[in-house]
């Protein structure tokens, strides 16, 4: 193959659609469409390590929990891991009433009666059809003409109708995607659908549910957008319809092809939250939806707490967002540029002059208090390997709030972990040698038996059993607070030399089995930052481990005798 002087010269501009009357452009978005999240299907196969059961199902409830009403749980023929997953929300009656979950099918037989029984009896579900009609698939992958796609796509629809029916207890809806719609023939598309729609015969009150995918972006998003208009016009029986969009991102635009797709007639959008997906990702939920909210347009999720929907999504994916990510990335609502910190700051003096609920402050499209954050504070998060991640997993698991510098200290240790194991870790590992570093459990040098405390004066007096290697002693230390009463009772006892720099606690949950944990962080002898945790019924007791727990790290990193 000779070689061109121009490499550009190999490509070619996707045709226009004729379209000269287009009505889109003058139109705006006034509702939200419906929402499906693929990011247990179309995203978890782009994953590099896919989601186990436990991060799955971690997902689900977010997105329940969000307000998605229509969720691709999987692709059950694809393995045993997604259809038990998928049989594990049926039997265990982990779907609400008003959640609808939906599977991905090839257009074959087999395949398609495994996708109906990973679902059978859930209280609604979809079922997903598709096969690729475009020129490119029916040349290179298929060797078929127009009429064999077509005849894949009608056989298809026989088995749904027909799988339906062996399953009455499930109110069974159906989608059908021309895979591929974005560099197919337009007209093809419509012909296929209509045979489709032919053999499903959809209502009003049962619409069939016809997706528009952009597999591969080949266009502007204008081209897109005119695709989905020229269908919607052409389209029969439009009122029994729910026209689709599912946007990928190869050419970086899939959300402007989503908002334009939208003008243009469509009335639902597949996605993911923050964009996860093949090649450069699927259209991205979070963004999508907060840009109709930032134009007066509920989108009917709630992402009143973007924190919780990121960390989830980062630990699930393993995949960070990027910090400049729209709406979501942990410095989007932060400005280095001193001429922007002024603007903002007096945005934010002006807004709270007016009094009203209009917002306007400069460089701030969206008010970060809606969605859970602030201008001044930024959290930085790292499900992999940084401090924000893991603190985060300790906190929706166990129910601690590790202070920052804590967080910082114990994500070092975490990542030792991962570079000695070699391999991902879990929820369990990361509690496990939490634990184990900060003397919750296990054998320490020293352990707490019994104490009391009492009062001199303006003084606090710790009296104690500290078994100290195995050994019993009793020890006293007095000092202005029971802390500092416990350390001094160490340097008198064994020459343990603390200065503490912070202390925190928080209540662990709530009622007669609430626990207190206590942080503690202090400067050793020799200069070193150490810390230390304790975890009691008592608050008090919770302080005085929380000492202990730093005298025991002071000792395994001195080898005290």
Known sequence: MP????????????PQI????????????????????????????????????????????????????????????????????????????????DVIIQGLTQSRRDLIETTFASMAGAKQ???????????????????????????????????????????????????????????????????????????????????????????????????????????????????SVIVSLHTHNDRGTGIAATELGLLAGADRVEGCLFGNGERTGNVDLVTVGLNLYSQGVHPGIDFSDIEEIKNTVEYCNQIPVHPRHPYGGELVFTAFSGSHQDAIKKGFAAQDARNDELWEVPYLPLDPADIGTSYEAVIRVNSQSGKGGVAWVLEQDQG???????????????????????????????????????GLTGEQKFELVDYSESRAGADRIFTGTIRCNGEERSVSGRGNGLISSVIAALHDEWGLELDVVSYSEHAIGHGADAQAAAYLECR??????????????????????????VANRVSKQNRLG
């Open 18 to 97: 004729d379209l000269p009357d287009r009505q889109w452009p003058s139109r705006t978005i006034t509702a939200p469409p419906r929402w499906l999240s693929t990011d247990l299907r179309d995203g978890n196969q782009a994953l590099i390590d896919p989601m186990d059961a436990e991060k799955k199902a971690r997902f689900f409830r977010l997105l329940t929990k969000i307000g998605i009403k229509e969720i691709e749980v999987g692709f059950p023929a694809s393995g045993a891991t997604d259809f038990d997953f998928i049989r594990s929300l049926v039997e265990d009656d982990a779907i609400p009433d």
């Open 125 to 239: 579900a979809i079922v997903h059809l598709y096969n690729a009609i475009s020129p490119a698939w029916r040349k290179i992958v298929f060797q078929m003409d127009e009429q064999g796609v077509m005849d894949i796509a009608r056989e298809g629809a026989t088995n749904l109708v027909e799988q339906a029916a062996k399953y009455p207890e499930t109110d069974w809806h159906f989608e059908y995607s021309p895979e591929t719609f974005s560099t197919a023939e337009i007209d093809l598309s419509i012909a296929t659908c209509e045979a489709v729609i032919a053999i499903v015969e959809p209502t009003p009150e049962k619409p069939l549910i016809l997706n528009l995918p952009a597999t591969v972006e080949a266009a502007t998003p204008n081209i897109y957008a005119d695709q989905i208009e020229y269908f919607c016009r052409n389209i029969s029986c439009r009122d």
């Open 400 to 438: 601690l709030k590790l202070p920052k510098r804590l967080q910082a200290n114990f994500s070092l240790v975490v990542q030792e972990l991962a570079d000695e194991t070699s391999r991902e870790l879990n929820a369990d590992d990361i509690w496990e040698r939490f634990q184990s570093f900060y």
């Open 3 to 14: 070689m061109l002087n121009d490499p550009s010269q190999k490509y070619r501009p996707f």
């Open 524 to 549: 050793a002898g020799d200069g070193k930052t150490v810390f230390g945790v304790g975890i009691s019924h008592d608050v008090a007791t919770a302080s005085v481990r929380a000492v202990l727990s």
